[in-house]
């Protein structure tokens, strides 16, 4: 089983330059997965996030005591059943299975503790706050080939992943979720799974499609194009109408299509050229 990272290609927020997904469909459901339902809104503007979550957990954890993690950038605002804030430490955290935590380089980091109604998984949350984690120094993006950040909500677009932990972070186990974003104007927002990246109302509607390891948010003001051949499609979404990246990824869905086996092909492309 591949994980998420084998599956997305130069998925570290390459800001300013492009952005090439490869997204395949998830891994089919368990039967204990957590799952995620998540109502986003995003205001470019302030970098504001504005997040209601609904964490269904395993049924073996209801009316027990579990902790998680979130980015302290986006305080908790209401909780039910209530949570505590503990003091964090790097390397203190352990996930509800036993799952040590390795976190990298974020440092906003804040630890929660609650105890689950008897009978019920069941965690909701309402949280939000500023997210404009700055962007790698010059050294750094030299060192790696590319500029990163943890996380960031401008006018330029949204970047939002796993190590951001922007939604409750229990363990490093696979998850699934169903997402709703309130989408800026002339914008399309992008996550894994099925979904769209904005629809007649201005909202964006992605589900996991299955099991994945980290929950994705990426977007902004851009034009979508797209290009389907039997069961595969190719999705570009593009800051520059017309930019030869779009030229780009029909010519690879093209290959993709004819060298993947038939039974395989549950496969779309999804391209951002943000530069």
């Keep these: ?30 039967e204990n997965e957590t799952h995620y339902q998540l ?26 005591t579990v902790e998680f993690l979130l980015t302290s950038v986006l305080p908790i605002d209401d909780s ?6 503990l003091s964090y430490e790097q390397g203190g955290f352990t996930g509800i299975n036993g799952s040590s935590v390795e976190l990298g380089d974020l440092k ?34 030299y060192a790696r080939g590319l500029t990163e950040t943890a996380g960031l909500i401008n006018s330029d677009g949204v970047y939002l992943a796993g190590g ?3 939604y409750p972070y229990f363990s490093d186990e696979l998850v699934s979720f169903d997402l709703t974003a309130a989408v800026p104007d002339d914008w399309h927002v992008i996550s894994q799974g099925n979904g769209s990246s904005r629809d007649t109302a201005g ?54 299509h004819r060298d993947v086996p038939r039974t395989d092909r549950a496969l779309s492309i999804r391209q951002v050229c943000i530069g």
């Design 1 to 30: 089983m591949y994980s998420l990272h084998q599956r997305l290609t130069a998925f570290r927020c390459a800001w300013g330059s492009i952005l090439l997904l490869y997204l395949l469909a998830g891994t089919a459901y368990a």
């Design 39 to 64: 109502d986003v809104g995003i205001e470019p503007g302030t970098h504001q996030l504005k997040v209601s979550a609904v964490v269904e957990l395993p049924p073996e954890f209801a009316g027990r």
């Design 80 to 85: 039910d059943p209530n949570v505590n804030r």
């Design 108 to 141: 906003a980091i804040a630890r929660y503790r609650v105890t689950l109604a008897e009978g019920s998984s069941t965690l909701k949350l309402t949280y939000s706050g500023t997210v404009n984690f700055p962007l790698s120094s010059p050294e750094e993006e």
């Design 164 to 166: 951001t932990l922007w």
């Design 203 to 256: 909202q964006a509607h992605w589900d996991s499609g299955g099991l994945v390891d980290e929950i994705y948010l990426v977007g902004g003001p851009l034009t979508q194009y797209e290009e389907a051949a039997g069961a595969v499609a190719a999705q570009v979404y593009l800051r520059e109408p017309g930019c030869s990246a779009g030229r780009q990824v029909f010519v690879c869905h093209r290959t993709v």
